[in-house]
């Protein structure tokens, strides 16, 4: 049971450009989320989907694109990357109320 | 706006010392909280879920309690051992969509 899937795991990029993290989950969850981890920040909501289909933003959507392709899979695009979007980027799904999963992470620098 | 709070940011102790995690958060009107553990590089592994009208969950060493009028949650883990260092994290559910609001965590040390 993979559970969360995300890649890559590394990444670095110039500034201005464009990448799409990927994501997918194999437990059959509605709901999954892309979080960014910074130090001493914690994990902040950058967006995400209750059901295939539909998206929403979260606390920092700034600079960030999402897409729900079907209910597995849900990617994170950045269109022109800057240096503030260097950090730690966690895909998550879970059943409403229930229990969440994370993915390993991707590990983003930009310069 | 939900704030959780986690205190302190460090930690460390000797083996075989109980470890006591705090976490606060300053709306009571939560889903659930969840404990999560996160080694150095990985992700994030959840622990324990507390639902908002249980007041503690335990598995194995580990016993989370949940005051939600007081806004506090309290992580135990009985006879630390060197493979407890990792940071800690707990994270409330705000809504019924899922979207958790995490502390900053709290590094664990457990020296041999």
């Known amino acids: 049971n993979a559970g969360v899937t995300q890649t890559p795991k590394f990444q670095v990029l110039k500034t201005g450009q464009s990448m799409t993290l990927q994501c997918a989950q194999d437990?059959?969850?509605?709901?999954m989320y892309w979080y960014r981890q910074d130090p001493g920040m914690g994990l902040r909501l950058i967006y995400y989907?209750?059901?295939?289909?539909?998206?929403d933003k979260g606390e920092v959507p700034n600079g960030y694109n999402v897409s729900r392709l079907n209910k597995r899979e849900f990617s994170l695009r950045l269109e022109s990357a800057a240096p503030s979007q260097t950090s730690v980027y966690f895909c998550?799904?879970?059943?409403?109320?229930?229990?969440?999963?994370f993915g390993q992470g991707t590990r983003l620098t930009v310069v | 706006k939900q704030e959780v709070t986690q205190i302190p940011a460090a930690l460390s102790v000797p083996e075989g010392e109980n470890l006591v995690l705090n976490c606060s958060f300053t709306d009571s009107a939560i889903y659930n909280l969840q404990w999560f553990r996160q080694d150095p590089g990985k992700g994030l592994t959840s622990l324990l879920l507390?639902?908002?009208?249980?007041r503690e969950q335990t598995s194995g060493r580990l016993n989370a309690s949940l005051d939600k009028s007081s806004g506090r949650s309290t992580l135990y883990i009985a006879a630390s051992q060197p493979g407890d260092s990792a940071t800690y994290l707990c994270a409330v559910l705000t809504d019924s969509w899922g979207k958790l609001q995490f502390g900053a965590g709290t590094q664990v040390v457990v020296t041999p």
């Open positions: 989907s209750a059901s295939e289909g539909t998206t």
């Open positions: 998550a799904s879970s059943e409403e109320d229930a229990e969440a999963f």
């Open positions: 507390i639902q908002s009208s249980q």
């Open positions: 437990m059959n969850h509605n709901s």
